[in-house]
């Protein structure tokens, strides 16, 4: 506002010196009238510029980004983990039958995580290897 203001006296003053100055020298009346319509448009152009540049007139409050949602991996029986007796010392497995009989999407597991596991009795055991099965994504209730 008080540059728009500032702007129309520069303007009226630079008017009224260029109309002083024809009356002066006598000149054609012409010319004070080419100088008043020049000054009118200069003030108009001047008006609505500035009134183009004063941006929303309403406070805008920015949208607040949305928080991402947690990644939910799934979650394992930890029922299901077993130590399986070898001879080279134990080691844990899921077992095949219970993950089938406790966890719901057993039929999803990574089938590069299936394993089987021979027993120090001479026996076999089916399973899932914990570690192929976290490295996929997959954790233990615990």
């Not at 095949?96 to 299936?114: I, W």
Request: proline fraction near 8%; glycine fraction near 10%.
């Amino acid at each position: 506002m008080f540059t728009t203001f500032t702007k129309v006296i520069a303007v009226a003053a630079l008017v009224s010196a260029g109309a002083t100055q024809a009356s002066a020298n006598n000149r054609d009346e012409e010319l004070g009238r080419i100088i008043g319509g020049v000054a009118l448009l200069t003030i108009l152009g001047l008006a609505l510029s500035d009134n183009n540049n004063a941006g929303p007139r309403h406070h805008v409050s920015p949208r607040p980004t949305p928080e991402p949602h947690p990644v939910r991996l799934p979650r394992l029986p930890a029922q299901c983990v077993m130590g399986v007796p070898t001879h080279q010392g134990p080691v844990e497995i899921y077992g095949a039958r219970c993950l089938q009989q406790e966890y719901r999407f057993a039929d999803r597991l990574p089938s590069q995580c299936a394993t089987t596991v021979d027993g120090a009795w001479g026996g076999t055991r089916r399973g899932y290897d914990p570690r192929c099965l976290e490295l996929n994504g997959f954790r233990s209730f615990n």
